[in-house]
């Protein structure tokens, strides 16, 4: 009998700290690899407007908005990620925006993993990517040099020009692109990752469930 309470106590706390885990304290910024330029953050009241340098999937017509800032490495958002892919045939007339929030005080390879994607992107190929990353997240995480795995993957989701997908993760080419986001997240204050807005509020993370009754709410 004991056993039996110890399990279930055991199971419930793994499920508490599923999110808490991932969480940053307000005034902890996370340690951010050196050559990442994050000066001058301002503080928002709430996401920028829709760009088209944004990742969205469903209609981009929507009226609805539905934000999410993730992290690549973070289990957290690699369980989310289901139910993220479902919100625009969940959520009436709702498109998805998917920004990025890489927490290198706890993930070392969270901004490797961010330049890969975005080199992915360039190729068209941002959401078949992603699912990898999250997919196969075990195989990379504590990987010292991740770049041939991140290589297999761009192969396998159908980046069409390997060699320039290598060159593209290995200088950086989209810096800029991956400080934006990092900027806007931390001008945001958010708690951690995934952080996810409905129209421009914070919603409570949770299944899907629980965000369609939040966004009923905030319907346009």
Partial sequence: MKKGITISIIILV???????????????????????DISNIQKLGEPRAVDAND??????TAKNTFISYEDFQCPACAGFDATLLQIPSQLKDTKVVFRLFPLTQIHKNSVASAYATLSAAAQGKFWEYSKVLFEKQGEWEGLADPSSKFAEYAQSTGVANLEQFKSDSSTKKYKSRLEQDLREALGLNLPGTPSIFF??????????DSIKAQAEKLYK
Avoid: R
């Fill in 55 to 60: 990742f969205i999937l469903g209609k981009e």
């Fill in 199 to 208: 129209n421009g509020k914070l919603l409570k993370l949770g299944d899907i």
């Fill in 14 to 36: 793994v499920l508490g700290l599923g999110w808490f885990l991932f969480k940053i304290s307000p005034g902890e910024q996370p340690n951010l690899a050196s050559d990442l």
